[in-house]
Structures are given as structure tokens and as C-alpha cells.
């Protein structure tokens, strides 16, 4: 009995933590190049994968493309990707560098403070959200396994109101 409880509550937790969490918080976060973003602005364009990392995260590193990937698959439904440096003000010079190594052009803000990160209980990088364009929290994921991004492309083909993925063209 008690190993069924343990399995219902490990089951039931991350939807739990996602419902906990309800709507997403609106800010204001600095571009890396130096503009200003809100969420709810990027959000009236469709929905987010909304990422928090860090230079340092190898996870990270590992999870950023997946998440590109992931976005770009659905841009044509509006999704797009935004991530949130996690990145203090001595390492942020390196944000750059490193994005162009890697050929990303995402969007990435800089919460040097962590401010944003604590309003959405980041205690741990990668985290990663799926956010509906109404704002509402659809998912969320803390750290990076291999596979992640196949459950967040669930979410995110149900969010869209698309046929599910068929396991044979994974």
C-alpha cells in the first residue's frame, strides 16, 4: 500500500507544482542585446517555451537546442522560445559568445538578480515552462533528461489542439 502512495504522489507532482504555480507572471527583463521584453507582450504572439539557464549549466548547454528545436517545429502556430539568464553580472559577458558559437537567435533576458527566477520558484537549472497565450502555466520542467522535450511536445500538441504524437515517428 505504501509503495502505491509513494508511486500516486511521484505520479501527481508535477502536475501539481504546475497547477500550484497557475498563471504565469508578467515582467520586464533586459534583452542581451539591450532591449526591454515583458512576457505578456511575447505572449500576444502565441505561446512559450520559456527556459531558465545558465552559461555555466552544462544541462543547459544540452537542453537549449532541444528547446530551438521544439519551437521551431511549432513557430508556425506562434510558439515561440524565450529564455532567462540565470547568469550573474561577471558571467552575462559570456552569454553572447556563446550564443553565437551555437548559432542560437533566441531571445534571451537577463535576470542577474534571479528576481524573475525566484517569482517562479527556480531552484534548479535548466527550468523550463510551457505557457499558453492566455498566460496560464501548461507545464514545467526542473533540470534536463534526455526525452523532456518529447513531454513538453505532448503538451504542447494538446495546448494546440493537434492530433497526439504517434510513437512510431519518434
Known amino acids: 500500500m505504501r509503495a502505491f502512495v509513494l508511486a500516486l ?26 532591449s526591454i521584453m515583458t512576457l505578456d507582450d511575447a505572449l500576444a ?31 508556425e502556430h506562434g510558439v515561440r522560445l524565450i529564455t532567462v539568464s540565470q547568469d550573474d553580472p561577471r558571467s552575462q559577458p559570456k552569454i553572447l559568445p556563446y550564443l553565437r558559437s551555437q548559432g542560437f537567435e533566441f531571445p534571451v533576458l537577463l535576470d542577474g538578480d534571479k528576481q524573475v527566477g525566484r517569482r517562479y520558484r527556480v531552484t534548479s537549472l535548466p527550468t523550463t515552462f510551457l ?6 502555466i501548461v507545464t514545467h520542467h526542473v533540470g534536463y533528461r534526455e526525452g523532456d522535450e518529447r513531454e513538453v511536445e505532448a503538451d504542447l500538441r494538446e495546448l494546440l489542439d493537434l492530433d497526439p504524437l504517434e510513437e512510431e515517428s519518434r
Request: proline share 6%; charged share 20%; aromatic share 10%.
Open 131 to 136: 505557457i499558453a497565450s492566455d498566460g496560464t
Open 45 to 75: 504572439e502565441g505561446p512559450i517555451i520559456l527556459d531558465f539557464w545558465a552559461t555555466w549549466c552544462a544541462p543547459c548547454r544540452i537542453a537549449l537546442p532541444r528547446w530551438v528545436e521544439l519551437a521551431d517545429r511549432y513557430a
Open 9 to 34: 504522489m511521484l505520479t501527481v507532482a508535477p502536475s501539481a507544482a504546475a497547477a500550484e504555480l497557475g498563471e504565469a507572471h508578467d515582467f520586464r527583463l533586459r534583452t542581451v542585446e539591450g
